[in-house]
């Protein structure tokens, strides 16, 4: 019913930049709050940011400063511009989006499939 496409990962040296989309598409009335995951290899997924349809956002601390995060509400995309990388910040990173389902009136939780950021020299 509801898909999440996330683009824009890649190769990049230290220090570089980057910026991951995540355009949700389907039976969509309103989405609540969309943001941005992360997996490093062993590790378990953690927050990296999030904003909700008003605007507010919250950032883990790791990224505070060189992240930011922005939504485009009409195209229900969401971004995640990242500067100043680090090789710690190499990850799978997944989009995150909580819509509310057209012909169920219900809220749902829904996952991207993930695209791979590294950060190597």
């Known amino acids: 019913q509801v898909q999440l496409v996330e683009s824009g990962g890649g190769l990049v040296q230290p220090g570089g930049s980057l910026r991951l989309s995540c355009a949700a598409s389907?039976?969509?009335?309103?989405?609540?709050?969309m943001g941005w995951y992360r997996q490093a290899p062993g590790k378990q997924r953690e927050l990296v940011a999030t904003t909700t349809s008003s605007g507010t956002t919250n950032y883990a601390n790791s990224v505070k400063g060189r992240f930011t995060i922005s939504r485009d509400n009409a195209k229900n995309t969401v971004y995640l511009q990242m500067n100043s990388l680090k090789t710690e910040d190499t990850a799978v990173y997944y989009c995150?989006?909580?819509?509310?389902?057209?012909?169920?009136?219900?809220?749902?939780?829904?996952w991207g499939q993930g695209t791979l950021v590294t950060v190597s020299s």
């Open positions: 389907g039976s969509i009335l309103s989405i609540n709050t």
């Open positions: 995150h989006a909580n819509p509310l389902v057209i012909s169920t009136h219900r809220w749902i939780e829904v």
